[in-house]
Structure formats: C-alpha cells, structure tokens
C-alpha cells in the first residue's frame, strides 16, 4: 500500500535562519506532488506543485522554493525564513489527475 | 481561472440536526469536486469525490453531497450530525485532466450536545 512521509513534525526556527521540509511517497511511482501551507482561519493554500523529477510549478510568489530530486521526494525549502511563513505544512500525492489527493500528517512551523 | 467559495466558516448544529456544508466552484467545464475532512492537528482525509459519475455522491461516515451544475455547487450534507463529526472540511476542485487541486477556505463544524 501507498504510504507518504514528511518530517519535521514540529519545527522552531528564528527569522533569517534556512528552512527545509522532506516528504517521500512510498508505494507508488510517478506521483504528482503537492506542497500546501494551512495558516490560522486561511484554509489551504497550493504552493508548489510536480508531475515528475525536476518539474516544479510555483502558485505563490515567496521566499520559498521546492525541488523534486527524486521521483517520491519532495522537499521545501528557504533560504531565510520570514514570521509569515509559520503554518501548518502538508505534503501531498496524486497518481492522476481527479484522483484522491493523499496528505501527509503536516509540520507545524514557528518562526519566532 | 477555478475557484472555490465554501460559505461560513463556522457552522454550528445540534446532535442528530441535519449538518449542510455549502460550496460553490467556478471552472469552464465541470472539474472533479471533493471534500475532505480535517481532525485537530492532523491531515486531510477524503471524504467523497465526483468525478462526472452519478451526480449525488455517498462517502464516508454518513456523509454525500450532490452536483448541481446549474448552481455550479457541490454541497455536503448529513442527515443527522453526531458529536464525532466536529472538524474541519474542505471542499476542493481539480480541472477535468489537470493536476491543480485548489481547496477552499474551510468550513469548522460545531456539534452541540
């Protein structure tokens, strides 16, 4: 069965300082990946998306970046993090378009 | 470009009330519709999806939600809500053979005893 990974669960990290989230997909081959950050009361917001390795489609304009360096790995990253990046980020997969989107269990993100 | 309008963010029934969850979508062409559930600190878990089937879709827990492409809506109801029915839920659309799945702002239901 298809399982998806993402870690840190919880993360603490003052402003300026670099930021990178892992999530791997076990299971399945050629998924199409999804970054989304849920902030307070905003619901979930699309950041990146990838149909395959090094194809990355960026939604929001920011100080974050992804990058798919293998085909089940999908990584979020930033070079200096601002307060406004704290959330709740959720990783998630899809094999083809209208199916089932599966999330990880998200990392909580403090930038204090 | 698609949308996705749920109105209210906070909803709040009694137990065994009827629980009505509203969405509304703006696409060209009829997408794929979903909606997911959302427990405290946790991910998102599918509750039912419509990809251009039967327009009344059952899911889990009790829950459906009908199509109706003349109200471009995709509503989820529940005849009688139970106290474990308090979470979030998102409803969200996927164009027809596209990968960009965007979700609403989410609806928090409340279950009161």
């Known amino acids: 069965s298809q399982t998806i990974h993402q870690w840190p669960a919880t993360l603490v990290q003052p402003v300026g300082s670099p930021l990178s989230l892992e999530c791997t997909v076990e299971?399945?081959?050629?998924?199409?990946l999804y970054w989304y950050r849920q902030a307070a009361g905003r619901g979930l917001q699309l950041l990146f998306y990838?149909?395959?390795?090094?194809?990355i489609s960026s939604e929001v304009p920011q100080n974050l970046s992804a990058s798919r360096p293998q085909d089940r790995q999908f990584i979020l990253s930033s070079k200096k993090l601002l307060l406004s990046d704290s959330g709740f980020y959720l990783c998630?997969?899809?094999?083809?378009?209208?199916?089932?989107?599966?999330f990880g269990e998200g990392s909580w993100l403090t930038v204090v | 470009a698609q949308s996705v309008t749920q109105l209210g963010s906070h909803v709040s029934v009694s137990e065994g009330a009827l629980v009505l969850l509203r969405c509304n979508y703006s696409?060209?062409?009829?997408?794929?519709l979903f909606w997911y559930v959302q427990y405290p600190n946790q991910g998102l878990q599918l509750l039912l999806k419509?990809?251009?089937?039967?327009?009344l879709v059952k899911g889990i827990n009790g829950f459906e939600a009908e199509f109706k492409k003349s109200e471009t809506s995709f509503h989820l109801t529940k005849p009688s809500a139970h106290m474990s029915d308090a979470a979030e839920y998102f409803c969200?659309?996927?164009?027809?053979?596209?990968?960009?799945?965007?979700f609403g702002a989410g609806t928090r239901l409340f279950v009161k005893a």
């Open positions: 998630a997969w899809t094999v083809n378009s209208g199916n089932t989107i599966y």
């Open positions: 969200a659309v996927t164009p027809t053979g596209g990968f960009k799945t965007i």
């Open positions: 990838s149909v395959g390795i090094g194809q």
């Open positions: 419509y990809t251009s089937a039967a327009t």
């Open positions: 299971g399945t081959s050629n998924p199409n």
């Open positions: 696409s060209s062409v009829p997408p794929y």
